[in-house]
């Protein structure tokens, strides 16, 4: 007997991922609902590469009543609406909005991380599904943090439009395209021209001079791994379409190489490590499209620090920063709490 899954947002970027990574990974269920606003309601999407159409049903009136799971790609304001609505019916939400993830009762999960976190979903009926940079990141920390023991994290993101949804997509395309041409290419998404440029600011900025994306980094690392973690993060949006990359530099409490490191990542669960010190032997983001995995490269020693790495982290951030994420973490309540499918 599998579950009844809901996805909210279906038909966004992140909603349609999510039900490509369901079918792929042969997720356990008996009946999948693509939940979506009004304007979406009565259209058919794909359940992935299964044949299987489904057709939209409107947030509005769905009742979430008898289903398991449902797995929120809606963005705040949806699942401040109804995310509390679903898990007072009984139904589990996996929310990818960053709402609920500083709350004190919901858990902030990556699976390869801390699972073991997972338990605290029972005081609100919903756990949290990180930033699309932490989570990436955090694959890569934990097990050198395990080994070695990180004090700081000083990162800088270079981050994919797709994060900023398909409006953000649109435009790299569309001013691209006008560049050739020599037409216009106003900034209507972004705060500057993001074709053949790159733009510092994600997010709203802070009184401090950060902006909340990396304010995000900041504390959702402190919640995933651990308090003590100093970070700071620069965070950039680049003109790529799909993949996050991030330059992270680390400074550890007791010794570690670069070889211990890439010893480390090389067995480390969710990381690859493609590190080749030779002319293409790194991943770029154009390589990490449709993969599970974070990749890991260009590993070396700091010697300006004591007990300094820096490296290169790459991550499809519509799936492991995503909706990959989330799919890992609704299979993880089912082996280790729902427990229905055998």
């Known amino acids: 007997m599998g579950y009844r899954i809901v996805v909210v947002g279906a038909t966004g970027n992140v909603g349609r991922e999510m039900l490509n990574i369901l079918a792929e990974r042969e997720f356990p269920a008996d009946e999948i609902a693509a939940v979506a606003s009004a304007r979406s309601t009565g259209t058919e999407i794909d359940f992935g590469d299964s044949g ?29 609406l109804h995310a509390p609505r679903a898990a007072a019916a009984g139904c589990t939400v996996i929310d990818n909005s960053s709402l609920y993830r500083m709350d004190p009762d919901v858990p902030l999960i990556v699976p390869e991380v801390n699972a073991e976190a997972i338990a605290g979903y029972t005081r609100k009926n919903i756990i949290a ?50 560049i050739f041409v020599g037409d216009s290419n106003e900034p209507v998404k972004f705060t500057k021209q993001i074709a053949f440029n790159v733009i510092p600011h994600i997010d709203d900025f802070l009184d401090d ?27 950039v949006r680049v003109p790529v379409f799909v993949g996050h990359s991030e330059a992270i530099n680390i400074e550890f409490e007791n010794e570690i190489s670069a070889n211990d490191a890439q010893r480390i990542l090389r067995e480390a669960p969710g990381v690859m490590l493609v590190d080749k010190r030779e002319d293409g032997g790194y991943v770029t983001p154009v390589e990490c499209v449709g993969e599970y995995a974070t990749y890991v490269s260009r590993v070396r020693e700091d010697s300006t620090v004591d007990n300094g790495l820096s490296l290169w982290c790459v991550s499809d951030n519509l799936r492991k920063g995503a ?13 280790k709490h729902l427990k229905k499918a055998a």
Not at 159 to 164: D, E, T
Not at 323 to 335: D, F, K
Request: glycine content about 6%; charged content about 25%; proline content about 3%.
């Open 52 to 80: 299987k159409m489904l057709k939209v049903r409107n947030i509005e009136h769905f009742d979430f009543a008898g289903w398991d799971m449902a797995l929120f790609a809606a963005g705040s304001e949806v699942s401040k």
């Open 129 to 178: 599904n990180p930033n699309c940079s932490t989570a990436q990141m955090v694959v890569a920390l934990k097990p050198l943090h395990d080994f070695a023991k990180i004090k700081r994290v000083v990162v800088a993101t270079y981050q994919s439009v797709s994060g900023a949804g398909k409006a953000g997509m649109d435009e790299l395309f569309e001013q691209s395209r006008n």
């Open 209 to 235: 001079g950060s902006t909340k994306e990396e304010w995000k980094m900041v504390v959702e690392t402190k919640k995933i791994l651990d308090p003590k973690i100093k970070v700071t993060a620069t965070c």
């Open 323 to 335: 909706a990959l994420n989330a799919v890992q973490i609704a299979e993880l309540l089912g082996r």
